[in-house]
């Protein structure tokens, strides 16, 4: 006779066997999204002939080209999340507006702690640690104001600064350095490019009178104007001991420090077991102080904010700055609970930051900027490898080798006129017209010259990435005939990229 622990003994090497047939037919699917679709935008098709009336009437300048006429993939920004999910809807609706201390800031308060570590509580309410703005530039410009009237000549080195946090930096007379890595610079294949050259800071500190103008030290993660590449584990800390061995606070410019956090897990050695949260807040251990814009990583429309850590270096350095960021908040932005946003915006933005952690959408999120990449690859557009987390840039200088276009033609602007224009997809230059300069009546040119395809999040389907690779591969195989722009308006104007007009050579 059979006994009862005989019964389930078999039932449990039954389902050990069962779910052994199950693994075996298991296969990879890499590319099937971990969410599905809720609410979706309906499109209609724009005839070129509008589109391209539309973009005569912008000056050619994709920034002042009306959205509702892109009826391909809009990829000019992946910053203002386009698509949020129903849980940050159901936030919205509970959204709580009182004007002071409404729920939504200590929801924000709790998970910013939750996502980054308990050494980011503050338990002392006479020295907040939570400065929220309406979005990262205007975060970035009351740091910069406070920090610029703390001494002369100052210089913030970076491993690369984004264009609105260099202007803010030169808008209050302080330096903007780009220590990008050597990687980078040399086109070299490498899992880090976005590393700051740690040779070259040490260099800037080891003059003593220098020293003294550092009043910060920034790592962007990822490196977005480094072609969105990402910053080691080890590149962090190496930085921070080296930042707090001269007693100088080192600050993150976190906008994706989650696409950042998975690639650590993905090519750096040690972290594979480790867990995205875990890996977070080990990331951000070795930091005083972060500036973000909520609008990338944290999945959320609006928002931006700084974030002291208590007891960190910035907050025992300068703790008289305190009080200045809350009146510069008071004075632009509004009470220091919801800093320009709403109540409902800091919800939705709490429950944006508890899910961007997620290796699954993560795995899916920086698969997608590969796949999107890889098409373009296969068909010999020279884009900048390995893939960053949220776009893929074309080396605009090897695009257009051996076309005879000089520089000053801008082929990168021309080229982006002609994708919206001729296939409504919308990317933008980040190369020798964004990040160049006219000085003296000359021009002067960056070191990276990109056109930026940015994937905004949970918007495109994969299908929708490759009609539009499909357009930039048929530009590229018709490259010859692409011809530059002429500057009409701007050229000699600051942040000049959002505001410049072109008309196209003929
Ligand atoms: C790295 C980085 N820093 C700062 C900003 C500025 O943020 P915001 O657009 O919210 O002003 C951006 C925006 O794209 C960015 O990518």
Same mark, same amino acid.
């Given at each position: 006779m059979r006994g009862k622990g005989f019964g389930k003994e078999k039932r449990r090497t039954d389902m050990r066997r069962e779910r052994e047939i199950f693994r075996r037919f298991q296969?990879?699917?890499? =590319? @099937? @999204?971990?969410?599905?679709? /809720? &609410?979706?935008?309906?499109?209609?098709?724009?005839?070129?002939?509008?589109?391209v009336k539309a973009l005569r009437q912008a000056g050619l300048n994709v920034f002042l080209y009306p959205a509702a006429r892109v009826d391909g993939c809009d990829l000019l920004s992946d910053s203002g999340t386009g698509a949020m999910t129903t849980a940050q809807w159901a936030e919205l609706i509970e959204g709580d507006e009182s004007y002071g201390s409404n729920e939504g800031y200590f929801l $924000?308060? %709790?998970?910013?702690? @939750?996502?980054?570590?308990?050494?980011?509580? #503050?338990?002392d309410p006479r020295r907040? =640690? $939570?400065? &929220?703005?309406? #979005?990262? @530039? /205007? /975060?970035?410009?009351?740091?910069?104001? &406070?920090? +610029?009237?703390? +001494? =002369? =000549?100052?210089i913030i080195p970076s491993n690369g600064h984004f264009d609105t946090t260099g202007a803010n930096i030169e808008a209050n007379a302080i330096t903007a350095v780009n220590l990008f890595s050597k990687e980078l610079k040399q086109r070299r294949d490498h899992p880090f490019k976005g590393d700051m050259?740690? +040779?070259?800071?040490?260099? $800037?500190?080891? %003059?003593?009178? #220098?020293?003294?103008?550092i009043p910060l030290v920034f790592l962007t993660i990822t490196n977005n104007t480094g072609g969105g590449q990402p910053v080691s584990m080890a590149n962090i800390r190496q930085v921070s001991r080296i930042s707090h061995r001269n007693d100088i606070p080192l600050f993150f410019d976190a906008c994706r420090f989650a696409e950042n956090a998975y690639f650590i897990k993905q090519r750096e050695r040690g972290y594979a077991k480790k867990s995205i949260p875990a890996i977070v807040r080990e990331m951000f251990s070795h930091v005083d102080g972060f500036t973000v814009s909520w609008k990338k990583d944290g999945l959320s429309n609006m928002g931006g904010s700084i974030v002291l850590r208590p007891g960190g270096l910035f907050m025992k350095r300068y703790p008289e700055l305190l009080e200045q960021i809350t009146d510069h908040q008071i004075l632009?932005? +509004?009470?220091?609970t919801y800093g320009g946003l709403t109540g409902r915006d800091l919800k939705a933005l709490a429950r944006g930051i508890a899910t961007i952690t997620d290796e699954g959408y993560l795995a899916h999120r920086v698969g997608q900027v590969a796949r999107f990449g890889e098409r373009l690859q296969r068909a010999g557009v020279p884009v900048l490898t390995p893939f960053g987390g949220h776009a893929v840039y074309l080396d605009m200088n090897r695009f257009f080798e051996g076309t005879g276009l000089a520089r000053e033609d801008y082929p990168g602007i021309a080229f982006t006129a002609l994708l919206l224009g001729s296939y409504g997809h919308r990317l933008c230059e980040l190369g020798d017209f964004a990040f160049g300069r006219e000085k003296d009546g000359k021009q002067e040119f960056p070191e990276v010259n990109y056109v930026r395809a940015a994937i905004p999040r949970l918007v495109y389907e994969d299908q929708d990435l490759a009609a539009c690779a499909d357009a930039i591969i048929s530009l590229y195989r018709r490259r010859e005939k692409i011809p530059g722009v002429v500057v009409t308006y701007g050229r000699d104007k600051t942040l000049r990229h959002f505001k410049a007009q072109f008309r196209l050579r003929t």
């Amino acid at each position: 006779m059979r006994g009862k622990g005989f019964g389930k003994e078999k039932r449990r090497t039954d389902m050990r066997r069962e779910r052994e047939i199950f693994r075996r037919f298991q296969e990879e699917t890499g =590319n @099937r @999204r971990p969410y599905r679709n /809720a &609410i979706v935008r309906m499109r209609k098709s724009v005839p070129t002939r509008v589109r391209v009336k539309a973009l005569r009437q912008a000056g050619l300048n994709v920034f002042l080209y009306p959205a509702a006429r892109v009826d391909g993939c809009d990829l000019l920004s992946d910053s203002g999340t386009g698509a949020m999910t129903t849980a940050q809807w159901a936030e919205l609706i509970e959204g709580d507006e009182s004007y002071g201390s409404n729920e939504g800031y200590f929801l $924000l308060r %709790e998970q910013l702690v @939750r996502t980054f570590g308990e050494a980011w509580r #503050q338990k002392d309410p006479r020295r907040p =640690n $939570l400065f &929220i703005f309406h #979005q990262g @530039r /205007a /975060a970035e410009h009351a740091l910069f104001t &406070i920090i +610029g009237k703390t +001494g =002369n =000549n100052l210089i913030i080195p970076s491993n690369g600064h984004f264009d609105t946090t260099g202007a803010n930096i030169e808008a209050n007379a302080i330096t903007a350095v780009n220590l990008f890595s050597k990687e980078l610079k040399q086109r070299r294949d490498h899992p880090f490019k976005g590393d700051m050259d740690v +040779g070259r800071l040490r260099t $800037l500190l080891s %003059e003593k009178k #220098q020293k003294k103008q550092i009043p910060l030290v920034f790592l962007t993660i990822t490196n977005n104007t480094g072609g969105g590449q990402p910053v080691s584990m080890a590149n962090i800390r190496q930085v921070s001991r080296i930042s707090h061995r001269n007693d100088i606070p080192l600050f993150f410019d976190a906008c994706r420090f989650a696409e950042n956090a998975y690639f650590i897990k993905q090519r750096e050695r040690g972290y594979a077991k480790k867990s995205i949260p875990a890996i977070v807040r080990e990331m951000f251990s070795h930091v005083d102080g972060f500036t973000v814009s909520w609008k990338k990583d944290g999945l959320s429309n609006m928002g931006g904010s700084i974030v002291l850590r208590p007891g960190g270096l910035f907050m025992k350095r300068y703790p008289e700055l305190l009080e200045q960021i809350t009146d510069h908040q008071i004075l632009t932005e +509004g009470h220091p609970t919801y800093g320009g946003l709403t109540g409902r915006d800091l919800k939705a933005l709490a429950r944006g930051i508890a899910t961007i952690t997620d290796e699954g959408y993560l795995a899916h999120r920086v698969g997608q900027v590969a796949r999107f990449g890889e098409r373009l690859q296969r068909a010999g557009v020279p884009v900048l490898t390995p893939f960053g987390g949220h776009a893929v840039y074309l080396d605009m200088n090897r695009f257009f080798e051996g076309t005879g276009l000089a520089r000053e033609d801008y082929p990168g602007i021309a080229f982006t006129a002609l994708l919206l224009g001729s296939y409504g997809h919308r990317l933008c230059e980040l190369g020798d017209f964004a990040f160049g300069r006219e000085k003296d009546g000359k021009q002067e040119f960056p070191e990276v010259n990109y056109v930026r395809a940015a994937i905004p999040r949970l918007v495109y389907e994969d299908q929708d990435l490759a009609a539009c690779a499909d357009a930039i591969i048929s530009l590229y195989r018709r490259r010859e005939k692409i011809p530059g722009v002429v500057v009409t308006y701007g050229r000699d104007k600051t942040l000049r990229h959002f505001k410049a007009q072109f008309r196209l050579r003929t």
